[in-house]
Each structure stands twice: as structure tokens, then as C-alpha cells.
């Protein structure tokens, strides 16, 4: 019997890198996706994740969960919060909790993937996060100790039947760009952008990160930008 995999997709550049890995290493036809509306201001993400999983043809599916994250200030969440517009030298100096961070939005959507993959008979559920999304303690639901907590949790709460893999725990933002090129990742297809327009903003945090990923690793960021981007400097 062939190992299965469920791949946690947003519709972002992280996501759909380690959906690539995952059809790299088990075949797309063994690969299914799930993304999941959680409160969130737009919902341009999941549309992008569902053309991405056309783009592979895996299964997707998309859940919606109540608005137990309202209140607690994130700025996803809360209409009434609005996104920072941060450097990418303010981001790698921040220290503590995002503004944007979700209360433990991540064990969430962990706990429904994981009870997915049950149902659906899945081996492994794969998790985007990568060293960058922990740094500073900007998102602890990004650690490694939260990321094996959880591994343990699902593994023992399953009868061992799932195991959760991070493949990008440990890479920077580069490096998953990186990867993404050597497994030809639709990048064109991704979206990041906190702002949920149709073009990324170019100035929120995951914005300014992907920017200078890309730049990091002499790469042009396929996407469009609502301002113009210098790619060489």
C-alpha cells in the first residue's frame, strides 16, 4: 500500500513549495490538500490554493471554521486592526508576539488535518513552516518545540497511524525560494499578501520577507506587485 500524504495549503509560496516536495516524493495521484478558512479578512489565499492544486490535480478541500478567533486583536482577524507595514530589518530585529499572530491558530488547523488524514487513511500530514516564522518568538505555534509537541500529540493521538513532517523547519525564507525552483513550484500561481487585493501590496511583513527572499537568492518574483520592485539592488 502506497504512503499518503495531506498537505496543509494556503495558497502561499511555503505551502505550495512543500506541496511540490510531497508530489516529488509520493506522486500527486498519493497527495491531497486542505486549506481552511479561519476568520481571515480574504480569502485570496484559498483561491490561489485551489489553482494550485488543479494546477498538480490533487484533491482539495476547503473547510470553514466559526469565528473563535475574533477579539483577540490579530490583525488578520479583527476589522477594526490594521496590517503593519514593517522593513525587513524591523521584521528581523522584532522580538515577541506578531500583531498579526492568530492564538494558536496552527495546533487548529493541525487537529482538523490530522483528523482528515484518519478518515482518509493518510500516513503524513505535511506543515509549512520554516525558521523565519519562528525568529524572535514572533509565532510560537512556528517553533520547533510547538512543531514536536504536536508531532508527538498526533502520533500518539492517532494509534501512531499519522505522523506530522516539517520538511522546511529549519530553512530561511531564501532557501525555501530555492527549493521551490528546483522542483519548478507554479510559483506564479502563490499568494502571500496580507492585504487580499489582487496584486500583492509590496509593503505588509510577508510581503517584504517574500521580496527579499527573492532578492536574497538572485531570483525575479513571478507575481504582480502593486509597486515597482528593484530586483537588483
Known amino acids: 500500500m502506497s504512503d499518503k500524504a495531506l498537505v496543509l495549503l494556503s495558497g502561499g509560496l511555503d505551502?505550495?513549495?512543500?506541496?511540490?516536495?510531497?508530489?516529488?516524493?509520493?506522486?500527486?495521484?498519493?497527495?491531497?490538500?486542505?486549506?481552511?478558512?479561519?476568520?481571515?479578512?480574504?480569502?485570496?489565499?484559498?483561491?490561489?490554493?485551489?489553482?494550485?492544486?488543479?494546477?498538480?490535480?490533487?484533491?482539495?478541500?476547503?473547510?470553514?471554521?466559526?469565528?473563535?478567533?475574533?477579539?483577540?486583536?490579530?490583525?488578520?482577524?479583527?476589522?477594526?486592526?490594521?496590517?503593519?507595514?514593517?522593513?525587513?530589518?524591523?521584521?528581523?530585529?522584532s522580538y515577541g508576539v506578531s500583531p498579526t499572530y492568530v492564538p494558536f491558530r496552527n495546533g487548529t488547523l493541525l487537529s482538523i488535518a490530522t483528523a482528515q488524514a484518519l478518515i482518509d487513511g493518510v500516513n503524513y500530514i505535511y506543515y509549512g513552516t520554516h525558521s523565519e516564522d519562528a525568529r524572535g518568538f514572533a509565532y510560537p505555534d512556528c517553533t520547533p518545540e510547538?512543531?514536536?509537541?504536536?508531532?508527538?500529540?498526533?502520533?500518539?493521538?492517532?494509534?501512531?497511524?499519522?505522523?506530522?513532517?516539517?520538511p522546511l523547519q529549519?530553512?530561511?525564507?531564501?532557501?525555501?525560494?530555492?527549493?521551490?525552483?528546483?522542483?519548478?513550484?507554479?510559483?506564479?500561481?502563490?499568494?502571500?499578501?496580507?492585504?487580499?487585493?489582487?496584486m500583492h501590496c509590496g509593503k505588509c511583513p510577508t510581503c517584504v520577507s517574500r521580496i527579499q527572499a527573492f532578492k536574497q537568492a538572485g531570483l525575479i518574483d513571478p507575481v504582480p506587485y502593486e509597486m515597482?520592485?528593484?530586483w537588483e539592488e
Open 15 to 93: 505551502s505550495t513549495t512543500l506541496l511540490s516536495l510531497a508530489i516529488n516524493s509520493l506522486g500527486s495521484k498519493n497527495v491531497s490538500t486542505l486549506s481552511i478558512l479561519y476568520g481571515q479578512k480574504h480569502d485570496r489565499e484559498v483561491t490561489a490554493a485551489r489553482a494550485i492544486a488543479d494546477y498538480y490535480n490533487c484533491k482539495h478541500q476547503v473547510y470553514t471554521l466559526p469565528n473563535l478567533f475574533q477579539g483577540y486583536g490579530s490583525t488578520l482577524i479583527d476589522a477594526d486592526k490594521e496590517n503593519p507595514e514593517l522593513s525587513y530589518q524591523e521584521i528581523s530585529e
Open 146 to 166: 510547538f512543531n514536536g509537541a504536536m508531532a508527538n500529540a498526533i502520533y500518539v493521538g492517532t494509534y501512531h497511524k499519522v505522523r506530522l513532517l516539517t
Open 170 to 198: 529549519w530553512l530561511t525564507k531564501r532557501e525555501v525560494v530555492e527549493l521551490s525552483q528546483s522542483l519548478n513550484t507554479p510559483i506564479h500561481l502563490t499568494y502571500s499578501c496580507y492585504s487580499g487585493r489582487e
Open 228 to 230: 515597482p520592485i528593484d
